[in-house]
């Protein structure tokens, strides 16, 4: 039997884990158009840009770190105050068991609290087991920028999705 996920706030102490899933994400080119591996001053400085509203969880399993997810900034107009971009990582071992769900059905909680009435994201096309998570919480697709960016020399499509909250 699996043990329970457990979602909450990130701490300072979280960042090598948060650092370590996010560069498998890299790694594994599924989840970002970034193909360098981060380093630790590179995760602390985001943390310390993800604060307040642009909170970031953590999900842990017997207490070891599995998944992360973040509110970023949408946009600094201030006509988009109300609208964050979604960050979710998942370490390889623990992906398509349920973290993700848990993760962001925690995260909307938050954005709804912190006064976001709308949560966008960018994903690839062929990310086929994040669009499940993402449709199966309610998230729409609303296109698809074509050769938005360049990964290993190739252009690569990104979908936008979105979800009223």
């Known amino acids: 039997m699996e043990s329970i996920v457990m979602v909450r706030e990130a ?10 899933i996010y560069n498998q994400g890299i790694e594994d080119r599924i989840a970002t158009l970034e193909t360098e591996t981060k380093d ?4 602390e400085a985001w943390f310390r840009e993800h604060q307040g509203r642009y909170t970031v969880l953590v999900a842990e399993r017997d207490s070891a770190v599995i998944g992360w997810a973040a509110l970023n900034l949408y946009s600094h107009r201030c006509a988009y105050k109300g609208v964050a971009d979604l960050s979710i990582y998942i370490e390889r071992e623990s992906r398509g068991q349920g973290v993700g769900s ?15 009435y709308k949560i966008v994201l960018f994903t690839f096309p062929f990310n086929q087991m994040g669009q499940r998570l993402y449709r199966k919480m309610g998230y729409r697709e609303v296109g698809v920028f074509e050769k938005q960016g360049v990964m290993d020399n190739k252009p690569i499509d990104v979908m936008i999705m979105e979800k009223i909250l």
Not at 40 to 43: D, H
Not at 102 to 115: D, G, M, P, V, W
């Open 11 to 20: 701490a300072s102490a979280d960042i090598a884990n948060i650092l370590r």
């Open 40 to 43: 630790t001053a590179y995760m």
């Open 102 to 116: 848990s993760l962001l059905q925690t995260l909307e909680h938050t954005a709804k609290a912190s006064s976001f």
